[in-house]
Nanobody
Framework: QVQLVESGGGLVQAGGSLRLSCAASGRTFSSYAMGWFRQAPGKEREFVVGINWSGGRTLHADSVKGRFIISRDNAKNTVYLQMNSLKPEDTAVYYC?????????????????WGQGTQVTVSS
C-alpha cells in the first residue's frame, strides 16, 4: 500500500506561480515513477507531467511544456510540481500518482495509487 498526500494548492492570479508537493509513504518510493494529473470541472482527468525513478527523465503534456517543472527528492519521499506562468485554463484539482513501473507514462492506467487531490484556481 502507498499513501499519497498532496499540498500546496490555492488561488493565484494569472501569470503567477505555485508549488505543489506530494508526500508518499508505504512501498519503496525511489523505485517508481511518479506523475501529476489534473481534472477540471466537467472534463476528464488528464496527464500533466511525470518523472522516472531517479529524476533523470521527465514527460510533459504539451500544454504545460516550458511552464511546469516536476522534481523529486527520494530521501524525503516527496515529489514536487513547480507551476509557473499559470493560466486560467490550468484551474483544476491536481492529483499525485504513483507509477506501476520506474518510467513515466501519460496514461493513468500506468499508475496504481492516487492522492486525494489539491485544488488549484487561477484567476484572470
Amino acid at each position: 500500500q502507498v499513501q499519497l498526500v498532496e499540498s500546496g494548492g490555492g488561488l493565484v492570479q494569472a501569470g503567477g506561480s505555485l508549488r505543489l508537493s506530494c508526500a508518499a509513504s508505504g512501498r519503496t518510493f525511489s523505485s517508481y515513477a511518479m506523475g501529476w494529473f489534473r481534472q477540471a470541472p466537467g472534463k476528464e482527468r488528464e496527464f500533466v507531467v511525470g518523472i522516472n525513478w531517479s529524476g533523470g527523465r521527465t514527460l510533459h503534456a504539451d500544454s504545460v511544456k516550458g511552464r511546469f517543472i516536476i522534481s523529486r527528492d527520494n530521501a524525503k519521499n516527496t515529489v514536487y510540481l513547480q507551476m509557473n506562468s499559470l493560466k486560467p485554463e490550468d484551474t483544476a484539482v491536481y492529483y499525485c500518482a504513483h507509477g506501476r513501473t520506474s518510467l513515466p507514462y501519460s496514461s493513468d492506467s500506468n499508475y496504481d495509487y492516487w492522492g486525494q487531490g489539491t485544488q488549484v484556481t487561477v484567476s484572470s
